[in-house]
Each structure stands twice: as C-alpha cells, then as structure tokens.
Nanobody, 125 residues
Framework: QLQASGGGLVQAGGSLRLSCRLS????????MGWFRQAPGKEREFVAG????????YYSDSVKGRSTISRDNVQATVYLQMNSLKPEDTAVYYC????????????????????WGQGTLVTVSS
C-alpha cells in the first residue's frame, strides 16, 4: 500500500512537503517516483530517486525548486516543493519502480507498477 499525504492549498511562492509511505514491499529495494496530473492534462513525471537514494532526476518544470529524498527506515519518499507556482496545481502521485534495484531513475509511467492514491496540491495566485 502506498499512502500519500502533504497536499493542500498554498499561496504562490509558498512551500509544501509531500510524503508517501510504502507498506507490503521492501521499500529499500525500489526506486520511487513522483508524478502529477493537472486538470485536463495527462499525468507527467515530476521527480524520481534511485533505490539507494544516490541518484535523483527532476523534470525541467520543477528543477531547482524541488527536492526528492527518501528514508528507508521509515519506508517513505518525500517531495519538498518550494517557490510554488499556480501551474504546479495538480494531483500528485507517488509510484514504485517495477524494477528491483534498477540501474536507472525511471521517468515513464510504464516503468512504475504500484501507485498511490494521489494528494491534491492547489497553488493560488
């Protein structure tokens, strides 16, 4: 089970930290990713982190404003988002890489096989 939390309403320029806790699978063996889906748009990749935590990858839209991290003891992945913009408004989903101890940070949906329920982030102008 993937349980995402931390979404909410924030003013432009503000910050939020999203969390996603995994149970039922060995968290430390899998890369994790965050995706988002804005109203009327397709779901898109936001950030990913390798199973060891040493590699992170960000979309151009959030690079420099967001940080993905993980705590393997807590089986939780985080997405710290700063300098939020109205265009960041979306439902944010966490997901688990289908590849155990994969060599890469995956950026496409089909490489993730387990998804959380999503948490809504709304940024007001």
């Amino acid at each position: 089970q993937l349980q995402a939390s931390g979404g909410g309403l924030v003013q432009a320029g503000g910050s939020l930290r999203l969390s996603c806790r995994l149970s039922g699978r060995t968290f430390s063996a899998y890369g994790m990713g965050w995706f988002r889906q804005a109203p009327g748009k397709e779901r898109e990749f936001v950030a990913g982190i390798s199973w060891g935590g040493d590699i992170q990858y960000y979309s151009d839209s959030v690079k420099g404003r967001s940080t993905i991290s993980r705590d393997n003891v807590q089986a939780t992945v985080y997405l710290q988002m700063n300098s939020l913009k109205p265009e960041d408004t979306a439902v944010y989903y966490c997901a688990v890489d289908r590849n155990e101890r994969g060599a890469y940070v995956q950026r496409v949906e089909r490489q993730y096989d387990y998804w959380g329920q999503g948490t809504l982030v709304t940024v007001s102008s």
